[in-house]
């Protein structure tokens, strides 16, 4: 007659064995993802703030870009409107509420003055040094000289300007709205000659060449996807924001263009930077953990005969 009140504590004994192996397999199976390579690259990404830096960037295009390119624009003789809808692959009617929303550029010309180009200046060193700021974290470099960093930004800014300016020209002499495959192809071998160089000089040369071209790359292929989707969505996306929310609507999704593009930034130089670990500059015993600021291995240790970066962002393991 004993036995069967044994039963109830049994049980609960198994059911509590059983929640710990799952809690066990659960905890096995996040550490395995944690330390993959797609888990990795997430805490990367984490690591340095990206979604944040991206709407940051996106509101700095905003303010201070698109008026430099404007002025550019009207004072060359182009349209930014042209220019931005054949940036985003907006369709004419899409392009014509974008068109509703920013002016031609004339008036602004002619009343641009000295305190106007020393905003526009000072804007466009901005931008430039935003993204300084993003590589130098992602590939754990240390700041540099200030004023040679200006006139680097001040060189990226002209640079940035001219290919820009060179997707609209690639829109009209190679394809248009409704041809865009040329256009991507042609787009994607630009970007990564433009966001390659970007990373060099930002950097000022610290990085080689070799070590500077998976992160372009990465990037030039992250844009041209970018520009796939804008393609294939924003149009729509701008024509009912527009129509439901007007002019405030166009600027929603500009803005989430530039997002789009500070994530894709983000994206090619994380990605660069694991590429250099483990193929240009590989440290064995280096092992990156997500609390620090910056996972990037540093060539410069490299060079100096320090296989494991001085960055907290690695620590010493056993070897096997």
Known sequence: MSPPALDAPVAA???????????????????????????????????VDFMTSATQFSALAILCLIPVLLIVATATGHDIRQTLASRMGLNPHAARDLDKLI???????????????????????????TLEGWYQRVYGLPPTRPMRQSLIRFVWVVAFIVYYASQEFVVRQIGGVEDQVPVFVVGFFVALVFYSCTIFVLLQGRLG??????????????????????????????????????????????????????????????FGSMWNESHIFPAPRATWTPQATSGAYRPTDALRGNPVAADPAFRDTPSG
Request: proline content about 2%; aromatic content about 12%.
């Open 13 to 47: 004994v198994t059911t509590t064995s059983r929640r710990r192996d799952l809690v066990g397999r659960g905890s096995t199976a996040l550490d395995r993802v944690r330390t993959s390579r797609p888990g990795a690259y997430w805490s990367r990404l984490n690591a």
């Open 103 to 129: 002016s031609s550029g004339h008036h602004a010309v002619i009343g641009l003055n000295f305190l106007g180009v020393v905003f526009l200046v000072f804007g466009g060193i901005g931008i430039a040094s």
């Open 209 to 270: 060449l070799r070590a500077v071209i998976p992160g372009g790359v990465a990037t030039a292929f992250c844009v041209t996807g970018l520009s796939v989707f804008s393609y294939l969505f924003f149009s729509s996306y701008l024509i009912s924001s527009f129509n439901d929310y007007g002019g405030i609507g166009v600027v929603m999704v500009v803005l989430s263009y530039f997002i789009g593009l500070g994530v894709c930034i983000h994206l090619g130089a994380v």
